[in-house]
């Protein structure tokens, strides 16, 4: 049965496509805000910083996900949301927003989505079958990349025509659209983990220990330790791109540049059913080292279209492997701890991301943001390496053909997908 024949993955990924939308569009504006309000790339840096730090914090919201109400936690998010977007056109109109007030809501915002896509994902192999798994995962990366595409283009075109602030009115009306779309959803399950016993917080600390401890006993920690080093890389990205962009041609340019990566995501998330083809292990030395390449040839290359557009092609290879990495980790990870271990491996990838970010705004104030935008092409070609010399990594098969027992995950058999 197709994907699109089930209609509770249907109302998931509308739900995901409006919610992607309405954060695509206020990380556009809100950046930008930043970066015009604060006058320096440390302002670019800090809101970097602020915005990611929730990101390395997912470990510890893990077990408390998995008791949460999945759909009243949907609605609630979304509701929130849509509130916490409008505090800033409402302070702009009563002449009271400032960067600092800007800095305060971005991570508030980021913390609460940090709610969201945990259970998303998780939700994923409950509702389809674990064959479905790559093409799920497929339109998931759809839906995130391409709304980052196109609210990351109009974005930028309309914060040059209207404003940064007066687009968030719009904002807030998408995040009700995706709150109404989740109130819809018919679920096979309440909660995450439907376990009764014990709600304490010993139980808390001691499912937070079992998540830490799944990663760390398994060869997962292998993969997750290299990506530490391409996060980093990455993290700098975000601090410097207003500045680069601004260099470049002003707003409308930041938003090419933004859409120009998300294309380049999409399009490789796209592709991810060609990539499965191919041992996996392979695919990632090959795609990373690519990677690498287009990235530094991205930042230097003198005319802006042509940088527009191999940043696109350099985030390709990296769309479709993503996309891999989830079906494998779907695959592998018991369903009853998958929360509590997709949680941890995001914390400890992405945990280096917010003090990149700020040792970036840091450092484009003395060496200028076009060159700080070149590291992120050396963390490629680490992962690249890496995966390269370490034998189990480089033999690793094609993703549907990965046993959780290669990765150490004994505990138990996956639980059959529920049918919708």
């Known amino acids: 049965m197709s994907i699109w024949h089930n209609s509770n993955f249907v109302k998931l990924f509308i739900g995901r496509l409006l919610a992607n939308a309405g954060d695509s569009l206020y990380i556009v504006a809100a950046m930008w805000l930043v970066h015009k309000m604060g006058g320096s790339t440390f302002y670019t840096g800090l809101a970097g910083f602020l915005v990611m730090l929730p990101n390395a914090l997912q470990m510890f919201l893990g077990p408390i996900v998995e008791k949460l109400p999945v759909k009243k936690t949907l609605v609630g998010t979304q509701m929130l949301q849509a509130g916490g977007v409008l505090l800033i056109p409402i302070a702009d109109l009563f002449d009271l927003l400032s960067v600092w007030m800007i800095l305060v809501i971005m991570p508030l915002l980021a913390l609460i989505n940090q709610l969201v896509f945990p259970i998303q994902s998780a939700l994923l192999p409950m509702l389809l079958e674990k064959e479905q798994l790559v093409k799920g995962n497929t339109a998931f990366s759809f839906a995130f990349h391409g709304m980052e595409f196109v609210f990351s283009t109009f974005g ?125 292990g392979k695919v990632v030395v090959f795609m990373f080292f690519l990677t690498a390449v287009l990235w530094e040839a991205a930042v230097y290359v003198p005319n802006v279209y042509v940088s527009v557009v191999l940043f696109a092609l350099s985030l390709m290879p990296i769309g479709g492997t993503n996309v891999l990495f989830s079906a494998l980790m ?73 046993k959780p027992e290669a990765f150490g995950f004994t505990i138990e058999t996956k639980e059959k997908a529920i049918p919708s």
């Open 156 to 280: 930028g075109l309309l914060i040059t025509g209207v404003g940064a602030a007066t687009i968030l009115w719009v904002d807030s009306i998408i995040f009700i659209a995706a709150m109404l779309c989740f109130i819809s959803l018919r679920l096979p399950v309440k909660r995450l983990n439907e376990d009764k016993a014990e709600q304490s917080f010993k139980k808390y600390v001691r499912d937070l220990k079992e998540g830490v401890g799944l990663v760390f006993r398994s060869s997962l920690i292998i993969v997750v330790l290299g990506s530490v080093v391409a996060n980093f890389a990455f993290g700098m990205v975000t601090a410097v791109l207003p500045d680069y962009a601004d260099e470049r041609g002003g707003a409308a340019m930041y938003g090419f540049y933004l859409a120009s990566l998300s294309i380049g995501m999409l399009i490789g998330s796209l592709f991810a059913p060609v990539f499965q083809r191919f041992p996996f």
């Open 330 to 402: 779907q695959s592998i990870v018991p369903s009853r701890y998958f929360t509590r271990v997709i949680t941890v491996v995001g914390s400890i990838c992405v945990g280096a991301m917010p003090l990149a970010s700020f040792l970036a705004g840091t450092l484009a104030v003395q060496w200028g943001s076009t060159h700080v935008l070149a590291i992120p092409a050396f963390g490629m070609l680490f992962i690249s390496l890496y995966w390269l010399i370490i034998p189990m990594l480089r033999s690793l098969p094609k993703t549907d053909e990965v």
